[in-house]
């Protein structure tokens, strides 16, 4: 259902195609050394939306204090969205996450905008907001392994919120199971 509604709403180059359960995940960043990653194993009836080049930049002043960022996907699988983010420096996590967080958050207000005009002008209902959220950045992983140095387990964050986010280390065209997001 929400992926026939997407459909009829997005322009078509927002939605990426999902072949033989497997999306690729590409970054169009010419200077990316990240520039592909596939998740695999997606639901039939899922959709990927890239939110690359969606363009708020004429409406807020600057860059709108992260209003003008956005995440690189968006992915609905069954009764999840999954806010994408891909970057080629090894500790990501760290230099990028104040970015990060904003771009999680401003492509949150997309899905809120989004809300209201399948309402408004569709005559539909919501889809994202009845949607659990999980934030993914896939950064490059380090290519050289560290040892690891504590005995503690490694906990997987909640990633539900932009603050949460979830950082996983990934090769170039590495395939990770869309399972796995959660």
Do not use: W
């Amino acid at each position: 259902m929400s992926q026939n509604i997407l459909e009829l709403v997005l322009n078509q180059g927002r939605i990426v195609p999902i072949k033989n359960k497997v999306v690729d995940l590409v970054e169009k960043d010419t200077s990316a050394r990240l520039t592909l990653v596939r998740l695999i194993n997606i639901p039939v009836n899922s959709i990927v939306i890239s939110c690359d080049g969606f363009k708020t930049d004429t409406f807020f002043k600057d860059k709108g204090n992260g209003a003008n960022q956005r995440c690189d996907y968006m992915v609905i699988a069954g009764e999840t969205i999954y806010f994408i983010e891909l970057k080629s420096h090894e500790n990501a996590e760290g230099v990028y996450k104040d970015e990060c967080i904003k771009k999680f958050k401003a492509a949150g207000c997309i899905t809120e905008y989004l809300d209201r005009v399948i309402q408004t002008f569709y005559n539909k209902p919501e889809i994202f907001s009845r949607l659990g959220r999980r934030y993914i950045l896939f950064y490059l992983k380090p290519s050289i392994s560290k040892t690891v140095t504590s005995s503690k387990p490694i906990q997987k964050p909640t990633n539900d919120s932009p603050e949460s986010f979830r950082a996983i280390p990934v090769s170039n065209k590495d395939e990770v199971e869309i399972s796995f997001l959660n």
